[in-house]
């Protein structure tokens, strides 16, 4: 009889345990600071976050999310984990984009030679951008020295360097 009642017991806490999942049953769960920086994420673009990266910029952790938005756009946001505040927002384009060949006052080989000089490597993978109206490169540039990549943001008009940040990794599709 003991074993029929903890049978019965078991069985009706694991029915319930699997009854009980609404939408702040899961939000509840999702308390990293991964889950709070992917949860602001996605309620600023809905879609579907097609790469994560994990950074440190300026000493501090970064998550640098690309989403593909319901509209077909592609953004590139980063977020504070300590925080889960969002920040650093550039909607990308292809290389050729006429918005953006149009408002560059450098070329892309003239920016990636003064990432180059900024951060000595190898070049593995160019981006092409928007911050606000700011048209900006981005070179993930392969550092034997660091053993990491280093993403160095270029600024289209100026050729100032924006920012510079260590990828710890990256997961999902590249650009």
């Known amino acids: 009889m003991k074993k029929i009642l903890l049978g019965i017991t078991l069985t009706g806490l694991t029915l319930n345990s ?5 939408e702040d ?11 709070k920086c992917f949860i602001a994420a996605h309620q600023k673009y809905e879609g579907h976050i097609i790469s994560l990266e994990r950074e440190v910029e300026d000493g501090k952790p ?7 938005t319901k509209d077909g756009k592609r ?13 650093d927002e550039e909607f990308e384009v292809k290389k050729n984009d006429k918005d953006f060949k149009k408002a560059v006052k450098i070329s892309a080989k003239e920016a990636e030679k003064i990432a180059l000089e900024n951060t000595p490597g190898k070049v593995v993978e160019r981006e092409y951008g928007f911050e606000g109206d ?17 993403e160095v943001e270029i600024n ?11 990828e710890i990794y990256d997961i999902g599709e590249d650009s």
């Open 75 to 87: 953004v590139e946001i980063e977020c504070n984990p300590l925080t889960g505040e969002l920040s």
């Open 134 to 150: 700011i048209p900006v490169y981005e070179f993930d540039i392969y550092s034997k020295d660091k053993g990491h990549e280093i």
């Open 156 to 166: 289209g008009i100026t050729g100032e360097v924006m920012e510079s940040e260590i």
């Open 18 to 22: 699997f009854a009980a999942h609404n």
């Open 25 to 35: 049953d899961i939000k509840k769960a999702l308390t990293t600071d991964l889950d």
């Open 62 to 68: 970064v998550y640098e999310f690309d989403i593909k």
